[in-house]
Structures are given as structure tokens and as C-alpha cells.
């Protein structure tokens, strides 16, 4: 079974940092893209940063240079490190792995409120 599982969510104050990780199983991940996605209530889904299986990795204008995106293969796990975090990207962080099809993690809140 495939399980997609982000973690590292929570409550920070602006300007603060936080590392989300997400816990793959069931795939063989490093033939994957892992990508994460977000959305803010009212909002689309919006895609934040993406790593492809040989480490390129691109970013949302919106968080460039503030958010770094990594994976280890040996451990089955993407993370994503937001620093210089901002209230506007407060919102429920989604992990995705594609190849030829897509699996989606169930999400994992993100709240950026002094």
C-alpha cells in the first residue's frame, strides 16, 4: 500500500522557520517527483516547490529563496525547510509523488499568525 504522510506543521510567528517532511512507503521513491503543493481556504491548490528524481529542483516565485526543498532517498523522505516564513503562506501543505501517476499525502497545516 502506498502511504504518503507530511508532518512538521504548526504554529509559528512570522519571520519563524519550520521543516515539513514527508514519509514515503509502498513506492519505489527515487523514481518519483516529489513535489509540494499548498492551499489556503478560498484558494486553489498552488504548487510550492518540486524535486525531481535527479535533484533539480524549481520553486513558486512566491517562495523562492525563502524555501528549500531536499529529499533523501535512502530514508524514502522529501522535506521542505520555510524559513523567513510570512502570514500569506499559511495553509495546508500537501506531498505529492508522480511518475506516470500521481499519489497525494492527506496534508499537513501550516499557520503563520504573531
Known amino acids: 500500500q502506498v502511504q504518503l504522510v507530511e508532518s512538521g506543521g504548526g504554529l509559528v510567528q512570522p519571520g519563524g522557520s519550520l521543516r515539513l517532511s514527508c514519509a514515503t512507503s509502498?513506492?519505489?521513491?527515487?523514481?518519483?517527483?516529489m513535489s509540494w503543493y499548498r492551499q489556503a481556504p478560498g484558494k486553489e491548490r498552488e504548487l510550492v516547490a518540486t524535486?525531481?528524481?535527479?535533484?533539480?529542483?524549481n520553486y513558486a516565485d512566491s517562495v523562492k529563496g525563502r524555501f528549500t526543498i531536499s529529499r533523501d532517498n535512502a530514508k524514502n523522505t522529501m522535506y521542505l525547510q520555510m524559513n523567513s516564513l510570512k502570514p500569506e503562506d499559511t495553509a495546508v501543505y500537501y506531498c505529492?509523488?508522480?511518475?506516470?501517476?500521481?499519489?497525494w499525502g492527506q496534508g499537513t497545516q501550516v499557520t503563520v499568525s504573531s
Open positions: 505529492n509523488a508522480r511518475v506516470s501517476y500521481d499519489y
Open positions: 509502498g513506492i519505489i521513491f527515487s523514481m518519483y517527483a
Open positions: 524535486i525531481t528524481r535527479g535533484g533539480s529542483t
